[in-house]
């Protein structure tokens, strides 16, 4: 059975971090990339970034690049968002994904991914 778990979302002020963690069973690693997502309310959900295993390419969306990176645990199968300097406008609920074959790049948000894990709320108050 393939399962995808999100964790580590809370609630955390404007400039603080946080480290999301995606659990990953039941799916060869290196067959998939794996992609954060977030949908904050009365938004349309948002690709923010990815990573193949395979051949270590990541993505950011531009509303992230420079303040979240994504890294893989290939021995774990647990793949992390580390996020910081963290704004209000990064509050959402954040979910991780798989696609096979792996891709990852500017189009992850239309993406049709394969796999999806429930989601983690992150908050960031002003």
């Known amino acids: 059975e393939v399962q995808l778990q999100a964790s580590g979302g809370g609630l955390v002020q404007a400039g603080g971090s946080l480290r999301l963690s995606c659990a990953v069973h039941?799916?060869?690693?290196?067959?998939?990339?794996i992609g954060w997502f977030r949908q904050a309310p009365g938004k349309e959900r948002e690709g923010v970034s990815c990573m193949s295993s395979r051949d270590g390419r990541t993505y950011y969306a531009d509303s992230v690049q420079g303040r979240f990176t994504i890294s893989i645990d290939n021995a774990e199968k647990m793949v992390y968002l580390q996020m910081n300097n963290l704004a209000p406008s990064d509050t959402a609920v954040y979910s991780c994904?798989?696609?096979?074959?792996?891709?990852?790049?500017?189009?992850?948000?239309?993406?049709?991914?394969?796999?999806w894990g429930k989601g983690t709320q992150v908050t960031v108050s002003s």
């Open positions: 994904a798989a696609v096979g074959p792996p891709r990852c790049g500017a189009s992850l948000t239309h993406y049709g991914m394969d796999y």
């Open positions: 039941g799916i060869t690693f290196s067959d998939y990339a």
